[in-house]
């Protein structure tokens, strides 16, 4: 049966035919419909983890058991779980175990554009990477056989381009797959030195099989056309190539980046009059064949900067431009991400912002308020890294940064990798003051339940952590709640909190306005005749409150009725009366 799948619905098939009896995940644009697509099904267990390390680590477990396991999540959550992942290279596998990572080019939810193909060499694992859904479906429902077969961990390597975009893929049934006993095996398994030293030489003679493997395994392949031109390709970059040129050149497609085949690109290159190779990121593939003796041309001519894409290419070559519709920037409007009308945490950086607090944030949706007019955000580097943070910022301040800084962090990020940072505050004994947004789900990346929520990925009630005791159980004396929509509240806590000399906990707590239960108030409107027009609503930097005509005007197609901005204006304008569109 034929269907028009993104590429994360076909790898999430891809796996179910395959016979995955287990999937653990933490979510991470552009991975996280990988696992979302695997929790419709019901033949197998799936899980939301609190991180990606835990996730690998559970299906570890599960393949050990001896069952077929995967884990997803994004190119900067293969970081958190690179500890497991280099020592799962040394013992191998029972149960086959695929973990799919999603890159990012071009940084469209990401902070940094890495490249994962460096940690498939680095660990000496083998890695996949399809260039469309199909590949994606094909490729995913194989590498459990590759992976069972060279005793590995297989890394399934996806971009943000082939994750979101669709094509056809022919689907087939779920193929059951009997268990694997499990045998004790502490030579393999136990990786305590005595042990390793003995893997090692296990790992490198998988990777020369893997290495034979590259050579004629179905993942690569060439496509002969005319030979002024080969390039060699993977990923996103083959559909450009094929879009910009047909038939008309020689390509070769590396589906498997590594390990890299020798034989089948030298073969190549000795085919074609000039050698091009044409990857997204880093040089992989072009760092490959020059070390094969090639002299290919690729970065010198190609950015290892963002995204490519037909144009990019077409350019590259001298090729003319082909006619395109373009809309006039002029009559396009400007729409910078910001937090959506009714954000629960606008009001918390609002205060923050109006008390000229430094503010360490993280990663989330609530990253957002590092945007004008708010700007209330002075750094952001990774998961959990705000807690850590402003625990060092506060101890190289010398006194003089306590009661004027705090971490900020959502609930699920925190339970991620923030809580840990928060028993370094507690157990070194900073002053420092940790808000804890909790928007009642994992709101940047569409909404996924945490052990905060109290449901799993099946929506079924589940054991909720309760964000307070475990903030006193690590040692955290002091723990408020706050409504973020009641800023005199707000200001109160975040001033007494900053006051004492002693680490607190501030939780903001109320859900993400975009949850299906929350039921929004009456928009608010403005009384032109009370209006001063002296923008003090506009600092909230609300996507319902605009200007027109000089004085405040509040769409009430956005408005959720929070009532932040009421609260601000001294002059009585705004108030109830609006209606919804």
């Not at 994004?74 to 175990?97: I, Q």
């Not at 059951?176 to 030579?187: Q, R, T």
């Not at 039921?519 to 930097?541: F, I, Y």
Request: contains cysteine; hydrophobic residues 40%; glycine residues 10%.
């Amino acid at each position: 049966m034929k269907q028009l799948l993104i590429g994360n619905e076909a790898v999430a098939r891809g796996l179910y035919e395959g016979g995955i009896g287990l999937v653990s995940s933490y979510p991470g644009t552009p991975s996280t419909e990988i696992t979302e697509f695997l929790a419709k099904y019901d033949d197998f267990h799936s899980e939301w983890a609190p991180n990606e390390k835990v996730a690998m680590e559970v299906a570890f477990g599960a393949s050990l058991c001896g069952v077929r396991s995967a884990c997803a999540m994004k190119h900067v959550g293969l970081n958190v779980a690179a500890d497991p992942l280099f020592t799962l290279s040394y013992t191998g596998v029972n149960g086959g175990m695929v973990i799919c990572v999603a890159d990012d080019p071009a940084m469209h939810s990401s902070q940094n554009e890495q490249d994962s193909r460096h940690y498939a060499i680095a660990a000496k694992v083998p890695m996949l990477e399809p260039s469309d859904s199909a590949e994606a479906y094909a490729f995913a429902k194989a590498a459990f056989e590759l992976s069972e077969k060279f005793d590995t961990p297989v890394l399934f390597r996806m971009c943000t381009r082939v994750a979101h975009s669709r094509s056809i893929v022919e689907v087939g049934e779920r193929v059951p797959v009997e268990k694997k006993a499990y045998v004790k095996d502490g030579g393999k398994y136990i990786m305590m030195p005595g042990n390793a030293k003995k893997r090692h030489p296990v790992v490198e003679a998988r990777t020369a099989a893997l290495k034979e493997f590259a050579e004629t395994c179905p993942f690569n392949r060439v496509e002969m056309g005319g030979t002024e031109i080969g390039i060699i390709t993977s990923g996103t970059a083959y559909q450009y190539v094929k879009e910009v040129f047909g038939d008309s050149i020689s390509v070769l497609k590396i589906g498997m980046p590594n390990p890299l085949p020798e034989k089948l690109i030298l073969d190549f290159a000795a085919k074609v009059k000039k050698l091009y190779v044409i990857e997204e990121l880093d040089p992989v593939l072009e760092t490959h064949c020059r070390t094969l003796g090639l002299d290919p041309i690729g970065k010198s001519l190609f950015s290892p900067i963002g995204e490519y894409s037909q144009a990019t290419i077409a350019a590259a070559f001298g090729l003319p431009e082909k006619a395109t519709v373009e809309a006039p920037q002029s009559q396009i409007p400007v729409r910078p991400p910001m937090m959506c009308a009714g954000c629960p945490h606008r009001g918390i950086y609002y205060t923050l912002a109006k008390n000229k607090i430094t503010v360490l944030g993280d990663i989330g949706c609530y990253t957002l308020g590092a945007q004008p007019p708010l700007s209330a955000v002075d750094s952001t580097l990774c998961m959990g890294a705000s807690v850590s943070g402003v625990h060092g910022f506060n101890l190289a301040g010398e006194g003089k940064t306590e009661g004027k800084t705090v971490a900020v962090i959502g609930d699920s990020t925190f339970i991620h990798s923030g809580v840990t940072g928060l028993i370094n505050i507690a157990y070194n004994a900073s002053n420092s003051t940790v808000i804890i947004l909790d928007n009642s789900i994992t709101g940047m990346t569409g909404h996924q339940q945490n052990p905060t929520t109290g449901y799993n990925i099946k929506g079924d009630p589940a054991a909720k952590v309760d964000l307070e005791s475990l903030c006193h159980a690590v040692g955290i004396n002091r723990v408020r709640v706050v409504d973020p929509y009641d800023l005199a509240a707000c200001e109160k806590a975040i001033k007494e909190e900053l006051a004492v000399a002693e680490p607190s906990v501030i939780i903001s707590r109320r859900p993400c306005v975009l949850l299906k239960y929350v039921k929004t108030a009456p928009a608010l409107r403005v009384d032109p005749e009370k209006c001063r027009s002296c923008g003090r609503c506009m600092k909230l930097g609300c996507p319902a409150i605009s200007l027109k005509e000089g004085k405040a005007h509040i769409d009430a197609t956005l408005c959720v009725g929070c009532e932040v901005c009421e609260q601000l204006c001294a002059f009585g304008a705004i108030g109830k009366g609006g209606e919804k569109a």
